[in-house]
């Protein structure tokens, strides 16, 4: 390894010279990631006769495939993080994830629906091995713990944000001035850049990511074996499926297939808790932090599935009712996607700096509390828009300081609920399930994302007022609900804080 990979050009005073190295990792996969999802609703809905043409999907399959791709997305990380943990070791995971992930986008960028649909399952597969597994690099760089640790995670949540934040600018600006395509092949370069720094950073990464296992060589070659057979049988049936159901054998839409994914979603939660309060072998205080864990699950998932709408019917609201026009200059709907990034960016240290001001006077909202704050700001932020989209037609678009104005809500909404809810369950899981509790928060994002899809679905056929108000009403009830029940909650939880 040259000097060069050793001492990289970019360092974070105070922290382990491999951070940058995966800051800047996750910045550019956050950038192929947010670059791309700023189009896909849009590509998917646009219709095959307009100057830039796109697939020309009604809403409803349009919506449905956005879910199905970002409900997928979070719920690969559970298996992406097992092979990392059993086979392969946090960095070669995200090497070939990486490179998945490119392939991907790359594929996409070829103007045909067998590659574009081949892309979405690239990338699919490929961020299930990156996304879980660089969190966990951070966390090896610092295996002392403490506040440096928070802090270095801060630094590289930082770099998320700022990918989140230029990929739907320049993704955006080149499916807008030139086509489609010419946006997601630059998400792909994005994601190819990031490969090349993660590998010229090996060195400073130490052993940091490496496989640590006392399985010998062949048993791994064994577990190896299983695994990947495994896997290739439900690809294979996956196939078969997904030819039938094509050709009309058996009479699924895209959205009853979205439909049936969630129910799954929603029937292994319920199954999994089953499994842990009645064989499980939890004692009484342990069952209560494990209920205390999956209401947490559920309020995440009403969370997402009304936050991610970012990407789908407020995308679509954006487009087709919002004037996205300064100056008379027209620039493309999808940069509205850079605004809770770039939110996140400016307020995630004075929401960190505000947690420990009111926790040094004894003022701080408990757990509960800021997950009920959460759901009512992000409530809030749809009663908004609700309110914008009333009198907006095509022909009389509103400003976009509507969806600005509600960005900002659902932003402090996610700093209230996202960052606690993750250290909440860490803090509540029972010493053997941690990882197992994580996986769970994942899957309650997973189930948020396919809700999302279908309810930009819905949009078809109807004023996006009633649905945004619908929306806001349905969140804003769980909101107070969870309000109500805080105190019960905070028993639950026992000491932890």
Known sequence: MSNAARSPLIRFPGHPSGLPTL??????????????????ILYLAEATTSANPGMGLAEAPAGAIYGLYTGLVYLLGLPGGWVADQLWGQRKAIWVGGWFIAAGHFSMAVPSHFTFFLGLILIIIGTGFLKPNVSSIVADLYPEGGARRDAGFSIFYMGINVGAFAGPLLCGWLADNFN????????????????????????????????????????????????????????????????????????LTIVDIAVGLGWLIGIVIVGYLLYLMIWGGHDGSEKKRILVIFWFALLATIFWSGFEQAGSSLNLFAENFTDHTILGWEYPAAWLQSVNALFIVIFAPIFGSLWVWLANRNANPST???????????????????????NATEASPVSASWLVVMYFLHTVGELTLSPVGLSAVTKLAPARRVSQMMGLWFVATSLGN????????????????PLFF????????????????????????????
Do not use: C
Not at 27 to 39: H, I, K, N, T
Not at 229 to 249: E, K, P
Not at 377 to 383: C, D, E, K, S, W
């Open 23 to 40: 800051f800047f990792t996750e910045m550019w996969e956050r950038f192929s990631y947010y670059g791309m999802r700023a189009l896909l």
């Open 368 to 390: 509960p509390v800021k997950f009920a704050l959460g759901l009512i700001l992000l409530a809030a932020g749809f009663f908004v828009i609700a309110w914008g989209a009333a």
């Open 180 to 251: 489609w395509h010419w946006g997601f092949s630059a998400a792909g370069v994005g994601m190819v850049l990031g490969l090349i720094q993660f590998r010229l950073g090996y060195g400073p990464l130490g052993d940091a990511g490496a496989l640590r296992t006392d399985r010998t060589p062949e048993q791994l070659r064994s577990l190896s074996r299983r695994f990947f057979g495994g896997v290739g049988l439900l690809l294979a049936t996956l196939t078969a499926f997904g030819f039938l159901v094509s050709n009309g054998t058996i009479p």
């Open 470 to 497: 619908a929306v806001a009403t349905f969140i804003g009830i769980a909101g107070l609900v969870a309000l109500v029940f805080s105190p019960v909650v905070k028993r639950g939880m026992g000491t932890v804080k």
């Open 450 to 465: 396919v809700v999302a899809g279908l309810v930009a679905g819905r949009l078809e056929g109807q004023e996006s007022s």
